[in-house]
């Protein structure tokens, strides 16, 4: 089973995913958990060009491509070969990420450009489940602020949260039977009691 988490900024999904991963882990699940950007080793080189602070010169296009660079590689080297092995993969961050940033945020490169790409990157592979931490953007981003370093990914201006959370929102109105939304301005324990009952029914296949 092919799990993601979305969100935006200061959502926690990071500490949730890891500590849903680890739960699953106990539960005797095969589980890899990774991260986007990244996850690969190939990765983690991508994602540190995309967060370099000095990279003020990167073009929309190049940091699209970017993260589809990424993508790829993680879905050959690291998803697709877990899920062949009948493995659980959670995963921060996927394809829906471009879509909430680089299409709904920025609103300057056509939508179906955006998703004939995610299409080629992730080869047409699907999460099966989709979890949207949804938080209010002025919350997420005072929580960010008190968790430290900044990089280039953290300087977008408040309307670009917004329309990336209302984009979210969108997607999982398109694709109910995917996503979960799931309320994230509750705390860390009945964020992830919320997210560990949810798992738990598409594994049993409730
Ligand atoms: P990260 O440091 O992982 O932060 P977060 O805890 O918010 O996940 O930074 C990832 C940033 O990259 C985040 O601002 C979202 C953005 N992003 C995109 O714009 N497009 C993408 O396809 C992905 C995967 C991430």
């Excluded at 959670?90 to 939508?111: E, F, H, K, N, W």
Aim: with cysteine; charged share 25%.
């Amino acid at each position: 089973m092919f799990i993601t988490l979305e969100g935006s900024e200061g959502c926690g999904k990071t500490t949730q995913s890891q500590a849903l991963a680890n739960f699953l882990k106990g539960q005797g699940y095969e589980v890899i958990l990774t991260r986007e950007p990244g996850g690969t080793a190939i990765g983690e080189q991508i994602r540190a060009i995309l967060a370099n602070r000095q990279n003020t010169a990167i073009q929309l296009r190049t940091e699209l491509l970017l993260f589809q660079a990424s993508r790829a590689q993680l879905v050959e080297e690291v998803i697709r070969p877990h899920l062949g092995r009948n493995g659980v993969v959670v995963c921060d961050r996927y394809a829906d990420s471009t879509l909430a940033y680089q299409g709904y945020g920025y609103r300057l490169i056509p939508m179906e450009q955006v998703r004939a790409l995610v299409e080629f990157a992730t080869g047409g592979l699907q999460p099966h489940l989709t979890l949207l931490l949804d938080l209010d953007v002025e919350i997420g981003l005072r929580r960010r602020a008190r968790g430290g370093q900044v990089n280039r990914l953290d300087t977008y201006e408040l309307d670009f949260y917004q329309r990336v959370r209302q984009g979210y929102l969108e997607m999982a109105r398109q694709q109910p039977e995917r996503w979960v939304i799931v309320n994230a301005a509750a705390s860390f324990d009945e964020v992830q009691t919320t997210l560990r009952r949810i798992v738990l029914d598409r594994l049993a296949g409730a």
